[in-house]
């Protein structure tokens, strides 16, 4: 008998959806290495503001990510993608006129707005759009865009800011922003069920829950090591101060691309088990090894247990689901990330501020142990089981 061939992955709809993701956390990346050296250096704060500025947009999308994720049940994808990425454009063109860490804080709410749209409807229209079979080499090669943007945006926001200050870098995030809410219009509905009108309002999806708070350890020790590895490449004396971070973001995309298909053929929570043990061995040779060799080698190690974090939970957490649930589940799950981009930079900022970044990142290492931890008893206990 002549075997099936796969499903289709790579269709317009697939690949639009990574160039829109691509763009925008571009844009993002580019704020996560410019923010901290603005607050600390022209609006004269501390690592502990830097660790406020990062982490604040975190209010905004926590509370307001669920309810992102059940309106895009009901609505659709498109209506949410489109607009988080211009309210993104908004708060990213504003910080030309920011001159304190207040107003700074308050764009950075509104970013968080647009964090909750934009990223629960792009991963709920990702599961709307990929095979069921292919869905762990979906995750893999659609979230190349945002370790792409993680990897270059730093690198470019640097050469920005050597050519026309911190302005240029928020005129070209800027851009970036508004070109991914063009490419939204051509990613296009692709949701095929929806939430009746009259159904109950949910707002969080139970099931999703244990594996999200495992999640949530990935993204705090993350979160952290985002804030500061460019201020710790100052510190230690490296000339280029964005080479931590994009040498986490190289690592990722080689491994993601390289390996796209693993996490299809191995249980998810053991290896989201696996993946925050090795982000606890990164950032704990970063918390050591405090030269350039040290600070690469930790960013690799580190960037290979994210490789496979994100992969893992989602396939885990959409095994969940029913198709007219994966806006939920997704803003369910995807609130671990504000929860820990905004934890992790805050609490680990004080850390980093009272004793120093190396204790942060040690601090970060302890917080993704307990996260594997706690995702082994969620393996041995019962996996999560596909939706009838």
Do not use: K
């Not at 629960?120 to 090669?141: H, N, Q, T, W, Y």
């Not at 230690?236 to 796209?260: E, K, Q």
């Not at 298909?261 to 982000?279: E, N, Q, T």
């Not at 671990?336 to 609490?347: H, N």
């Amino acid at each position: 008998m002549a075997s099936i061939p796969p499903a289709p992955l790579y269709t317009r709809a697939f690949i639009a959806l990574t160039a829109t993701e691509l763009l925008y956390f571009t844009a993002v990346g580019m704020a996560l290495f410019a923010l901290p050296l603005f607050v600390t250096g022209p609006l004269g704060g501390d690592e502990a503001g830097a660790g406020i500025a990062i982490g604040a947009f975190a209010a905004t999308a926590l509370v307001l990510r669920p309810f992102a994720g059940r309106l895009s049940d009901r609505v659709g994808r498109r209506p949410l993608m489109l607009g988080g990425a211009l309210l993104a454009a908004s708060a990213l063109g504003l910080l030309l006129v920011a001159d304190d860490l207040i107003v700074v804080v308050l764009l950075r709410l509104l970013a968080g707005v647009a964090e909750a749209a934009f990223f629960v409807s792009i991963f709920a229209a990702l599961a709307d759009i990929a095979p069921p079979e292919r869905m762990g080499e979906a995750l893999s090669i659609n979230s190349l865009g945002l370790y792409l943007g993680l990897a270059f945006g730093p690198p470019l926001a640097e050469a920005l800011i050597g050519v026309g200050d911190f302005a240029a870098v928020w005129v070209g995030a800027t851009g970036l922003t508004l070109v991914a809410a063009a490419l939204a219009l051509v990613v296009g509905e692709t949701s095929t069920e929806r939430t009746p009108p009259g159904a109950p309002l949910r707002i969080l999806h139970r099931p999703a829950l244990p594996i999200s708070l495992a999640f949530l350890t990935v993204l705090i020790a993350m979160g952290g090591y985002l804030a500061f590895a460019s201020i710790h490449a100052v510190q230690v004396g490296v000339g280029n101060a964005s080479i931590a971070l994009l040498t986490f973001g190289t690592v990722v995309v080689v491994c993601r691309i390289a390996f796209a298909r693993v996490p299809d053929r191995l249980p998810s929570l053991p290896l989201g088990a696996a993946s925050l043990v090795a982000i606890a061995a990164g950032l704990i040779v970063a918390a050591l090894w405090n030269d350039a060799i040290g600070l690469v080698v930790g960013a690799v190690v580190l960037g290979i247990g994210v490789a496979f974090s994100t992969p893992a939970f989602f396939s885990a957490v959409f095994a969940t689901a029913s198709p007219a649930e994966r806006g939920l589940a997704s803003g369910t799950a995807s609130a671990a990330i504000d929860l820990g981009l905004g934890i992790g930079p805050i609490l680990l900022g004080f850390v980093a501020a009272s004793s120093g970044i190396p204790w942060a990142f040690a601090a970060g290492a302890l917080v993704a142990l307990a996260g594997a931890a706690w995702t082994l008893g969620l393996a041995r206990r019962r996996p999560p089981a596909p939706p009838s």
